[in-house]
């Protein structure tokens, strides 16, 4: 099935992530990458609009959705000069919609209920925050699992932490990320279940813009991008997103922040499917071309 | 008391800028080897985020303030320690081409139109978008001046641009949309692919649409060409491949090449990692070629509150007209 199967508008119609299927929980298979939007922000924030982020990031993410449209051929990797093989797209990604609003209790009760069922139907989850404190409710979900955090501050100094948010506590990031990639490949326990914290202030703040934690010395996208891929290659319960604001006061056209987790967050999905470099059904380009 | 204020007509409003506070004539007035300046303030042929066509205005606003802070006459260059030219000796800004909203011929004719104009007599059409379908009719006039002017001359062509643009069409928006500039342009007598160079392209692409211009002897040069060759190299490389066999260049410049953490305000951001010095370094490495025709494209105010893109867009063009605005020193300077 087509993610979609309409070239354009690409703006119109129900809006799910990267216009894939939409799906009940009970229907999401083992193998699965499950979106599911926590549309909610805490009230001390600095600012107000954490909350419009899941959608933001849909948004921003159908943009992405072009390699499915059947005007073009085969999306080539420019840099790598390889052609990417999309199928696993069209069959494995899913979106759940949204959290449904409710007291907090409910919504920390649907969060811990629904990660529990993602995973115990063999599928990651993809959450679209929202507030970092709902981070810990679906940790909770997943008993003894290890923790990758990008950016934010650090909770827990048993976690793997890139690039945290200086809290006073913590040692100095080590920027040597063949280092880090090690030390990572030594702290990582297979038989435990892997949960990841994206949060966008991983990224250095003069390319994100859109932080409500601005931070100095945060990562490149390329960077991001290098960890997120090598995350992908584990089989990982969880990665929920966090930080963006796409609502702080005069940014709300740049959208600068969720293109950068989107583009970030693709790196992570399709190496959880199987794309890149080493995908072994790979094509050249010349076996595509327009006529 | 009536009368008294019909007759007074106070300044209420700036005057329109013009690039670099240069003059505003016709195109007919532009003289043989100066810059003649066409603004297309046209955003309709993008198919999604628009606020283009306020860029011309932003971009003679920009360059007009940049300007300012370099006097003319007075002040060096500060990476040539040449002077500035006054704008009046090398550039004329012609105003805008009449833009008729969803009429794609009647809008392409109109700008060919001015660029046809400038490139016959010699001059040197430099267009202001606009979304970069705009780019298409600017070399299409530029083309047609250029057979006139010299009947077996070629040129060049060079794109710095996050996107390929050779679509054969895009969806709703059919064969002339900002996706399918590059191919149109292609389509052209007097320019082969051979000879056509894309420059900062990032992210995937079409298969078909590389495979294309590969095949027919076109060269792409990825963002991470870029950073690994190195800003000069690949320029270099890029000139000198599609100035084989030609007589002039055309440069299209579209600033979404620059990484959005920069550059936010354009239509189809991408992050290729390409800063703003290295965007500089790539024009600086064209400031010398022997340019038939330009463009700069992309430019959208309204989505950059802070107004950084049409500085940085505008800084572009100071750097790619340095041979044109700048002169070297024969006498005193004295600093204001």
Known sequence: MPLRSAPLPRMAGHLSFMRSQTKAIGDVRSGDLAVLGIPFEDTNAPHAGQSLAPRALRETSVYFGWHANPQFSHPVDID?????????????????????????????????????????NGACAIFLGGSDRMSETARSALPHCQTVQLGGTPADARDFHIAPLPNGTTTPVNRDTAAQRAAFSEWRDPSKP?????????FETSLSALCDRPRLGGCDLATVVQWLELLGRHEVSAIMLTGLNPNRPGMGVVKVGQRLMVTALLAFIYARLGFGIDFPRRQTSKEKVLT | MTAAITTFLPPLAQPGYRLFDGPLLDAADVRPGQIGVVGMPSDWTHSSRLGTRFGPEALRKATTVLQSMRPQGVSFDPDTGQRSATASDWLVDCGDAVITPEDVDATTEAIAAMTEALSVGGAIPLALGG????????????????????????????????????????????????????????????????????????GWVDSGELALIEEQGGRVF???????????????????????????????IDIDAMDAGYLPGTGSIVHSGITPRQYYDLLDGLAEAPLGGLDIVEVSPPLDPSERTEFLAAEMLFRILRRFRTQPVTGAVTEQ
């Open chain 2, 131 to 202: 979304d970069h379908y705009n780019s298409f009719p600017a070399c299409l006039g530029y083309s047609r001046g250029l057979a006139k002017r010299a009947p077996n001359a070629r040129f060049g062509y060079i794109q710095i641009d996050g996107h390929l643009d050779f679509s054969d069409r895009l969806g709703a928006w059919g064969s002339h949309n900002h996706a399918t500039n590059a191919r149109r342009i292609s389509e052209l007598p007097n320019v082969d692919v051979s000879n056509m160079v894309w420059v900062g392209i990032t």
């Open chain 1, 194 to 202: 892997l949960f990841v914290r994206f949060d966008l202030s991983v």
């Open chain 1, 80 to 120: 790598a000069r390889q052609d990417i093989s999309t199928d696993g797209l069209h069959e494995r990604l899913c979106d759940l919609g949204d959290i449904a609003p409710g007291s907090e209790d409910a919504i920390h009760a649907a969060l811990k209920a629904a990660m529990r069922q993602i995973s115990d």
């Open chain 2, 222 to 252: 990825s963002a991470g060409d870029v950073h690994k060759l190195g800003t000069a190299e690949a320029i270099r490389q890029a000139l000198e491949h599609a100035m084989k066999g030609c007589d002039e260049l055309y440069l299209s």
